[in-house]
């Protein structure tokens, strides 16, 4: 899989594509999205979430080849811990917060038509993402908070679809917004390095492993949802003609 995206960045930066007929584009912007979640896991909840972009396209009669650099985050309101007090009664111990940060590279392909000053597109495609950095936070009852950070190897895959509608507000600038919808179709792999079984007395390597969408290699996949994602993209881009 890694070598088609490799063959397919190939195309997309190839000399071949260079006709002034099919004018070069490049656009930038950020996105906010949401992630649903499983509602067997009612304490999990969408903290705010964002997405600046980099995209060159080149552009053809009707359809439009995409790639270049994304920077996105995955930040989720965990779990509320309680613990046992002298009396039996349940009373809070503290919160965990789950930060994740990711770089990715988007292969898109985009159709659509023009009316007047108004471009409708339809767009689609796959996105491959690295974990830059997984911070566990720990938020006590006294106000105080900590973290452990976590890298990880891998590389791992969306499928995004959505629309676009742009409209020309300078010369050769376009102003878009692209509804979207993602769905990752390779889970993180978040590895089972620490368990109480296996001797950590340290809060965070004990919940780190409970990230929607993060897939362990010796047990099943804990998810909870988190695999589907929505959202909205505000951008401009400049045609080179």
């Known amino acids: 899989m890694r070598k088609v995206f490799l063959i397919l960045l ?56 995409t790639t270049g650099i ?26 965990v917060d789950y930060e994740i940060d990711y770089i990715k590279v988007p292969i898109l392909a985009t159709v659509g038509y023009s009316f007047k ?3 409708f597109s339809i767009f689609g495609g796959f996105i491959l993402d690295h974990i830059l950095n ?4 720990v938020n006590y009852l006294s106000g105080e908070s900590s973290y452990k950070d976590y890298k990880f190897n891998d590389y791992n895959m969306s499928v995004r679809g959505g629309i676009t509608i742009s409209t020309e507000i300078f010369k050769n600038i376009n102003l878009t917004l692209q509804p979207f919808i993602d769905y990752k179709i390779d889970p993180d792999d ?3 390095l620490y368990h109480y079984r296996f001797g950590t007395n340290s809060v965070y390597d004990y919940y780190y492993s409970e990230i929607p969408t993060g897939e362990i ?7 909870h949802g988190g695999l589907l994602s929505y959202g909205l993209s505000i951008g401009l881009e400049y045609t080179f003609k």
């Open 10 to 65: 190939l195309l997309c930066s190839s000399s071949v594509f260079s006709q002034k007929v099919n004018p070069w584009s490049l656009a930038i912007g950020g996105s906010s999205y949401g992630y649903v979640f499983d509602s067997w896991i009612d304490n999990y909840a969408n903290k705010f979430n964002y997405e600046f972009y980099i995209l060159p396209s080149k552009n053809f009669s009707c359809l439009k080849l």
């Open 70 to 95: 994304m920077y996105s985050t995955k930040n989720i309101k965990g779990y509320e811990f309680f613990g046992i007090n002298d009396n039996s009664v349940f009373h809070d111990l503290y919160k």
């Open 117 to 119: 000053k108004v471009r």
């Open 134 to 137: 997984y911070r566990v936070k």
């Open 190 to 192: 978040i590895y089972l």
């Open 217 to 223: 290699n010796s047990g099943p996949t804990i998810n």
